[in-house]
């Protein structure tokens, strides 16, 4: 079992990126049950939390977002998406995503990069 983040980069402020993150090695039951969500850690911070999609569909942003983000998943290609609009240089740090299945197993992803420029 396997998550792979990508999508990450350097981008002026305003801009957008599209993160993804591709889970390998989980059935399909598996991952469309399983709560995922993307967390970001800046140089020096703690790990928080970005946004959160469970099985249902629901979300959960952080106040930061405000808007900006939104998240996303296709159950048939195991990924979760994350769209970033309007980026602030802020919002530099890395983006880890994460998939906790229903028996209580977290996985993590390695991380993306996203770096705004001002």
């Known amino acids: 079992v396997q998550l792979q983040a990508s999508g990450g980069g350097l981008v002026q402020a305003g801009g957008s990126l599209r993160l993804s993150c591709k889970a390998s090695g989980f059935i399909l039951s598996s991952f469309s049950s399983a709560d995922m969500s993307w967390y970001r850690q800046a140089p020096g911070q703690q790990r928080e939390l970005v946004v959160s999609i469970d099985s249902s569909s629901r979300t959960n942003y952080g106040d930061f977002v405000k808007g900006r983000f939104t998240i996303s998943k296709d159950n048939g290609k195991r990924t979760l998406y994350l769209r970033m609009d309007g980026l602030k240089p802020e919002d530099t740090a890395v983006y880890y995503c994460?998939?906790?299945?229903?028996?209580?197993?977290?996985?993590w992803g390695q991380g993306t990069q996203v770096t705004v420029s001002s």
């Open positions: 994460n998939v906790v299945i229903t028996n209580g197993r977290n996985y």
